[in-house]
């Protein structure tokens, strides 16, 4: 049965950006039929499960349920090996030394297609067996990347249209042995029958590279909706340093989570201000091709 999905990292209290984005990923699932997933992504240093709870209970308290038990990556980490495993045996990989700085001063010449933020030039795709040798000898640890088999990929979004990327050689595994989250994400997303993928507009351009992983292991291409980011009044992408941006620090100001679904909800064009409704009222509005395409612009109402 097909699914959409929300996937958080528990890395700290979801912010009312990510909880907006919870909230369409939601709509689409249940209007379309859909079971609706939760995945953690938990592989990141700075995971923790006592944090992800906390997710869970702030996306409960808007109303956003999902199906099934929550899905944790740190226990499918032999899922992410097999498929490495095949990459590496269809030599598909090569070995990487680069730091991010090099990565970094390297990915910013200039380059006919959009690249993704990080994009690697192939510096380590041909270096001989002996060049590898020095590199490891010299302390060098490397992570494993793909071996991309194109250049760029086209793809039609459900909110941007019709896309173009290009797809670099990304890491696949990390230089300290841990599954890279482009690999990670396309594992998952096909092995739990997810086919509709809603998330953030800031990672319309990385999307390429999943599709042609899931092409290289022999999965199905899901569908793509990427929506606008919430901001702050100087158009940067939502955070901590914005103040009151949880719903923790929200409540404390007064503003509970049925005033910030309605809140979330009007910014979509679902709802008046103010208006009280639930998750199944909005479910009852839902139109995708109604929805805002310009960021959102948070500020704290009671500012």
């Known amino acids: 049965m097909s699914a959409g999905r929300y996937a ?24 379309t039929g859909r079971r609706f997933l939760m995945r953690m992504e938990d592989l990141d240093d700075n995971a923790c499960r006592e944090l992800g709870t906390g997710q869970l209970a702030d996306l409960a308290a808007l109303g956003i349920d999902w ?17 490495i495993d095949r990459m590496v045996q269809a030599e598909l990989t090569y070995p990487c030394y680069c730091s991010r700085r090099e990565v970094r001063e390297a990915a910013s010449a200039p380059h006919g297609d959009p690249m993704p933020d990080g994009a690697y030039p192939g510096t380590c795709r041909s270096l001989s067996a002996d060049q590898r040798r020095a590199r490891e000898d010299a302390g060098r640890a490397p992570a494993l990347r793909l071996r991309a088999q194109v250049d760029a990929m086209d793809f ?25 989250y482009n690999l990670v994400v396309v594992v998952d997303d096909a092995e739990m029958g997810i086919d509709q993928v809603v998330r953030g507009d800031d990672l319309l351009h990385s999307t390429p590279r999943h599709l042609h992983l899931a ?11 990427h929506v606008p980011l919430a901001v702050n009044a100087e158009g940067v992408r939502l955070a901590k340093r914005d103040g009151a941006v949880t719903l923790t620090e929200l409540a404390e100001k007064g503003l509970d989570a049925n005033r910030m679904r309605s809140l979330m909800a009007a910014s979509l064009g679902l709802a008046g201000p103010d208006e009280p409704l639930t ?15 310009d960021p ?7 500012r």
Request: aromatic share 10%; with cysteine.
């Open 8 to 31: 958080p990292s528990p890395t700290g209290d979801l912010h009312v950006g990510n909880l907006r984005t919870a909230m369409l990923a939601w709509l689409y699932a249940r209007s």
């Open 67 to 83: 199906d099934g038990d929550v899905v944790y990556q740190s226990e499918r980490l032999d899922r992410y090996d097999h498929h």
């Open 156 to 180: 039609v979004d459900d909110q941007c249209g019709l896309t173009r990327a290009a797809v670099d050689d990304f890491v696949i595994r990390r230089r300290d042995g841990v599954p890279a």
């Open 215 to 225: 092409d290289l292991l022999g999965f199905d291409h899901a569908s793509y909706a």
């Open 279 to 293: 998750m199944a009222d909005l479910l009852g509005r839902f139109d995708p091709r109604r929805l805002p395409r």
């Open 296 to 302: 959102w612009v948070f500020t704290d109402p009671n």
